[in-house]
């Protein structure tokens, strides 16, 4: 995970734009992920790209994603779903 500077965002979204930022979130740590698409999204296509034969190693780094992280969604896709 890259750190990017303040001057880069504000190269990107403007001075006034880092300034609601801090202020939304002063002193916080923001995490951007790569993707607009929802984790559950995401988690179907890693699940339709193992089955389709891409190695979990492959899927990691398709989905810059841990190991780990392509296994709970392997696992939890079949998993009965709660439904009360």
Not at 6 to 16: N, P, R, W, Y
């Amino acid at each position: 995970m890259a750190n990017i500077t303040l001057k880069q965002v504000a190269d990107v979204i403007g001075e006034e734009g880092v300034r609601k930022l801090i202020a939304a979130f002063p002193g916080g740590d923001i995490y951007i992920r790569n993707s607009l698409c929802s984790v559950e999204e995401r988690n179907k296509m890693i699940v339709n790209d193992f089955y389709s034969g891409l190695d979990r190693g492959q899927l990691a780094l398709k989905y810059d994603v841990s190991i780990s992280t392509i296994n709970n969604a392997i696992r939890n896709a079949y998993k009965p779903q709660n439904t009360e």
